[in-house]
């Protein structure tokens, strides 16, 4: 069996690409912050599934604790899935951060820095010796990168993505040597507890961000989990190195 890592999969994008991988007949360990009940959840629609996942603690802005994690993921492969080794790795924990750049603190800049990029490195340094040659990362970014979709307030989180982006270029090209792909997924607004549940919380900006969709609608967790499957599966045996955009074409 294949065992992917997929962190933040207590909800949204995570949860889904935890379920799409497990209906591949992929083994997952997935990791939560502070919302236990939804990891217990993304673990019972896998088990539904009879597959096999295993919950993990992990605050991706605590570098200080990957060591630790690193143990517990050789841990959770060798008592649930007999390996010691896994297969896949989805980079999508990490939170969202909103200010005018003349209104930016230090403290939430590092705050922002440490959760979307230096804790993605780290966290993909510390797994990379469990990681099976031959297997394939998927990094989340944004389409808040691209020029067509600048949105004021979101320049510290946009750049962190951006860097992702071209880290995913660079991981692609080092890891190479050991048959390792990488890619990064760029999702346009999508349906998750993203910005502090914004959509469910603020439901009457829908209709209006959907009419900037080409295919005329936001986007659900299931668009972009279904790609990160993909992508780490033998259909995308023959990709490397790219950030895709996966936003049913916003502000096209």
């Given at each position: 069996m294949k065992v992917a890592v997929v962190t933040g999969a207590s909800s949204g994008i995570g949860q889904s690409a935890a379920v799409?991988?497990?209906?591949?007949?992929?083994?997952?360990?997935?990791?939560?912050?502070?919302?236990?009940?939804?990891?217990?959840?993304?673990?019972?629609?896998?088990?539904?599934?009879?597959?096999?996942?295993?919950?993990?603690?992990?605050?991706?802005?605590?570098?200080?604790?990957?060591p630790?994690?690193?143990e517990a993921v050789a841990g959770a492969l060798a008592g649930a899935f007999g390996r010691e080794s896994f297969d896949y790795l989805v980079n999508n924990a990490g939170f969202a951060g909103m200010a005018m750049i003349e209104?930016?603190?230090?403290?939430?800049?590092?705050?922002?820095?440490?959760?979307?990029?230096?804790?993605?490195f780290f966290l993909t340094q510390t797994l990379l010796p469990l990681l099976a040659d031959g297997g394939a990362i998927v990094n989340l970014t944004s389409n808040s990168t691209l020029a067509q979709v600048t949105a004021p307030g979101y320049s510290v989180y946009a750049a962190l993505k951006g860097a992702m982006a071209v880290l995913t270029?660079?991981?692609?090209?080092?890891?190479?040597?050991?048959?390792?792909?990488?890619?990064?997924?760029?999702?346009?607004?999508?349906r998750t507890r993203f910005a502090d549940d914004a959509?469910?919380?603020n439901p009457e900006i829908i209709p209006e961000l959907a009419r900037t969709f080409a295919l005329g609608r936001i986007g659900e967790p299931?668009?972009?989990?279904?790609?990160?499957?993909?992508?780490?599966?033998?259909?995308g045996r023959w990709i490397t190195g790219q950030d895709i955009e996966v936003s049913?074409?916003?502000n096209l």
């Open positions: 799409q991988l497990a209906k591949r007949g992929v083994g997952v360990i997935l990791t939560y912050s502070s919302n236990r009940e939804g990891a217990k959840e993304t673990v019972a629609q896998i088990e539904q599934l009879d597959g096999t996942a295993v919950a993990l603690s992990l605050d991706i802005g605590d570098t200080a604790g990957f630790a994690f690193g209104d930016t603190v230090e403290q939430q800049f590092d705050r922002l820095t440490t959760g979307l990029f230096k804790g993605p270029r660079y991981m692609a090209k080092e890891f190479s040597v050991r048959g390792i792909r990488v890619n990064s997924v760029a999702p346009g607004a999508t959509f469910a919380k299931d668009d972009i989990g279904m790609v990160i499957a993909m992508l780490l599966s033998e259909e049913g074409g916003q």
